[in-house]
C-alpha cells in the first residue's frame, strides 16, 4: 500500500522528502505527463515520489487554453488568483454561473477547436488542477526566494557586526514562511477536483496523505465519524536512512495496511513508534486519523457533483475497509 498526497499535484521537495521518510514513496496525481514540474522530476527519479495520471488531458488543448487565459491576464491586468476564484466558483468553468467576459474571450480558442476536441467537464477538472498547481508552484518559489533573500540579509548584517551565527534566528525565518498553507484558498473546490481524479484511478490505497491543516479540518468536519488513531510529536525528517529506520517504516506501513483493510476497527497500540536517531535539524508532526468502516471510494465520493459521479467512478470494489488520511506538518 502506498499513501496518495493530496488535493494538490504540486508537491515541494521537503514535504515530498519529509513524506518519504515515514512513509516510503508517495503517489501524486498529475493530469499531463508532459506537465510534471521539474522539481517532481527529480524526486520521482530519487524513488520519492509516483507520479499517476488517472485521466490524462490533452496537452495541446491545454496550452492553447491556458494561452488565451494569459492574454486575457496581461489585457485586464488580472492575477491568476483572481483567474481562479472567478472561474472555479463551480467546476465546470464554462457554465452560465461562470464570469460572462471571462468566458467569452476564453471560448474564442475554444470555438476554433474541433467538436471531438472541445472539453468536457473532466477536462475542466483537470485544467483548474493545473491552474492550481501553476499558482502554488509560483507561491513556493517566492516564498524560496523570499527566504533567502532574507538569510542573506542576516547573513550581511552578522558579519558587519561581527558575530557569530544563530541558528535559532535562521530557523525562526524560514519557519515564518513555512507555515504558509495553499490549502487555506480554495479548500473545497481543491478536494471536489482531485477527488474526480481519484476516483478514476483503478490502483486503491487505504492511506491518504495531507500536509494542510486546512484540508485535513475540512475533511474531518465532512466525515464526522473520523477518529484521531495515533499522533508521532517529532519525527526527523532529514536523516540518513539506516536498517533500524528502514525497519520502523516497514512495519509501520504494515500495521497502517492492517489497519485499513480490517473489516472492523483494529487495534492500534501495536504501531511502533519512530525509533530514536541523533541528529536531524527538521523534524514533523505525523497524525493519523481513521473512518471506520468507511472505504476510501465512500469517503471521497461525497465531494464530485453528481453529474460528474457517473464519468469519474470506476473502482467498484476495494480490500480497504476503513480510510486512513494523516497530516504531515514540520515542527
Known amino acids: 500500500m502506498k499513501p ?21 514513496q508517495t503517489v501524486v496525481y498529475q493530469i499531463s505527463a508532459t506537465k510534471v514540474p521539474d522539481e517532481m522530476q527529480k524526486l520521482v527519479k530519487e524513488g520519492i515520489l509516483d507520479i499517476r495520471i488517472p485521466l490524462e488531458i490533452n496537452g495541446r488543448l491545454l496550452d492553447k487554453i491556458l494561452k488565451e487565459y494569459r492574454i486575457w491576464i496581461n489585457t485586464h491586468q ?70 533567502d533573500m532574507d ?47 481519484m476516483l478514476k484511478d483503478p490502483q486503491d490505497s487505504g492511506l491518504f496523505i495531507t500536509t494542510s491543516r486546512a484540508v485535513l479540518e475540512h475533511i474531518i468536519d465532512s466525515l464526522p465519524e473520523t477518529k484521531q488513531i495515533i499522533r508521532f510529536e517529532s519525527v526527523p525528517t532529514d536523516v540518513d536512512e539506516d536498517e533500524a529506520w528502514n525497519t520502523w517504516r516497514n512495519e509501520f506501513m504494515k500495521s497502517l495496511e492492517m489497519l485499513a483493510a480490517h473489516s472492523r476497527s483494529a487495534a492500534t497500540g501495536d504501531i511502533p513508534n519512530p525509533p530514536e536517531v541523533s541528529g536531524g535539524e527538521t523534524k514533523a508532526s505525523v497524525t493519523l486519523f481513521m473512518a471506520p468502516e468507511k472505504t476510501p471510494h465512500d469517503c471521497f465520493a461525497g465531494f464530485v457533483d453528481t453529474h460528474l459521479f457517473q464519468a469519474v467512478s470506476t473502482q467498484t470494489s476495494t480490500r480497504f475497509k476503513n480510510t486512513l488520511i494523516g497530516l504531515v506538518e514540520k515542527r
Open 151 to 197: 538569510t542573506m540579509e542576516a547573513d550581511f548584517m552578522k558579519d558587519l557586526k561581527g558575530e557569530d551565527e544563530n541558528n535559532q534566528d535562521r530557523t525562526i525565518i524560514r519557519r515564518a514562511f513555512e507555515e504558509d498553507d495553499p490549502g487555506l484558498y480554495m479548500t473545497l473546490e481543491r478536494i471536489e477536483a482531485w477527488a474526480s481524479f
Open 4 to 24: 496518495i498526497y493530496f488535493p494538490f499535484t504540486y508537491i515541494p521537495e521537503s514535504k515530498g522528502k519529509a513524506l518519504a521518510a515515514c512513509f516510503g
Open 78 to 147: 488580472g492575477t491568476e488568483t483572481a483567474f481562479l476564484k472567478l472561474m472555479a466558483d463551480k467546476i465546470p468553468f464554462f457554465d452560465k454561473n461562470a464570469s460572462s467576459q471571462i468566458r467569452a474571450d476564453i471560448k474564442k480558442t475554444i470555438q476554433q477547436i474541433p467538436t471531438q476536441e472541445k472539453p468536457g467537464s473532466l477536462f475542466n477538472v483537470g485544467l483548474f488542477l493545473h491552474m492550481a498547481q501553476e499558482y502554488d508552484l509560483q507561491n513556493e518559489r517566492l516564498s524560496q526566494d523570499l527566504v
